[in-house]
Structures are given as C-alpha cells and as structure tokens.
T-cell receptor, first 115, second 116 residues
C-alpha cells in the first residue's frame, strides 16, 4: 500500500522568503508524484508532476520539486514567495503500471505568506 | 474548455435521507474520478470510470454509495441513508484517459455535504 506524509500542516513565511514544503511517500513499487495547489475558495489545480526523466521538475510560477528515490521524498521549494502563493498544497502519488485511477494524497500543508 | 462542474455546490440533509451529486467532466475526457475530502485531510479516492465502465472502487465506497456514468458523459454519486460521518467535500475530477503514464486530473469545485 502507498502512503504520503506531509510533515508540516502549516507553514507561515514572510513575503520574498524561501520556502520548502516537505513530502515523503511510502511505496513498494515505482511511483509517479504530483503537487496540487488549492487557492482559497477554488478547486485543486495541478502544480507540477514527476513521471520520469529529470528528477527536478518546475512549475510555471517558480515552484520546483525534486524527486529523491533514496529518501522517498518529493519536496516542493520556491526561492522567493509572494502573497499570492498563499494556499493549501497537497502532495500525491500513484503507482507506476497500476490502474492510474488512484491518487493517494497527503493531508496538505497550508502555506500562508505574510507581508 | 469550461472545466469540471459539480452540482450542487452545497447540500444540507438530515440523517437517513438520500442525496445525489452530479459531475460534468471536461468534454472528451474519458476518465472520471470521485474523491472525498474531510476536514484536515487530503482527498481520498472513492472510484473511477473509464468511459461508462466503473474500473476501480475504494473500500471507502460502502454499499450505501453508488456511482454511475451513463453513456460515458456526466456522472452521479448517490449516498443512501446518509450518516453524519458522510459529511465531507465530494470532489470530481476528469482526465483524457491516454494510455501509458498517468494524465493530469482536473478537479471540480466540489460539493460540500452536511448531514445533520
């Protein structure tokens, strides 16, 4: 069985500071990894994903995540956050070669960016 | 592309009543998923359809829950004899359903169910 652990339920940071949202997964098979973001009063949106190839993946709004197989991690980082990044972020996995219908989500990390 | 829509957005019901939610996926998306999200938790997978075929169901989907996707377009999720523990946000997502690596799931805004 797979599981996802997001180690921080809330992360407060000041604007323009760097941030790291941690995600660790557990799986006996190879996985695909995702970060979704939920802005206030909006639905979940895909931020970035790792399927294969380069272990460093980037989003269009400056976030990046690195797949580390040995540490079973997929931490999300941004070197300088904006007020508009305030949202809840969810890490998710699905197993390679499986039905691909079953995203397993972590509990989420609420990022609040203060001026 | 108008996105995934869900109706109603909010539903308040009394324990023991039946409720039905509707999800309209992005047009031409073959796969449709249902998730449930309770307070302080991430979404939990319930079931998914490839066209009209229901291919996977979670153990969370008790026999009081039933989902359909007639004709492979919109989907309905029905909960019979609701219980207070059913109170949650019910999320629908759709994806193109391409073979090989997983495609992006696009989520709707959700239906918030409150069981009194």
């Amino acid at each position: 069985a797979q599981s996802v652990t997001q180690l921080d339920s809330q992360v407060p940071v000041f604007e323009e500071a760097p941030v790291e949202l941690r995600c660790n997964y557990s799986s006996s098979v190879s996985v695909y990894l995702f970060w979704y973001v939920q802005y206030p009063n909006q639905g979940l949106q895909l931020l970035l994903k790792y399927l294969s190839g380069s272990t460093l993946v980037e989003s269009i709004n400056g976030f990046e995540a690195e797949f580390n197989k040995s540490q079973t991690s997929f931490h999300l980082r941004k070197p300088s956050v904006h007020i508009s990044d305030t949202a809840e972020y969810f890490c998710a996995v699905t197993n390679y070669g499986g039905s691909q219908g079953n995203l397993i989500f972590g509990k989420g990390t609420k990022l609040s960016v203060k001026p | 592309d108008t996105g995934v829509s869900q109706n109603p957005r909010h539903k308040i019901t009394k324990r023991g009543q039946n409720v039905t939610f509707r999800c309209d996926p992005i047009s031409e998306h073959n796969r449709l998923y249902w998730y449930r999200q309770t307070l302080g938790q991430g979404p939990e997978f319930l079931t998914y359809f490839q066209n009209e075929a229901q291919l996977e169901k979670s153990r969370l989907l008790s026999d009081r829950f039933s989902a359909e996707r007639p004709k492979g377009s919109f989907s309905t999720l029905e909960i019979q004899r609701t219980e207070q523990g059913d109170s949650a946000m019910y999320l629908c997502a759709s994806s193109r359903g391409t073979s090989g690596s997983p495609d992006t799931q696009y989520f709707g805004p959700g239906t918030r169910l409150t069981v009194l």
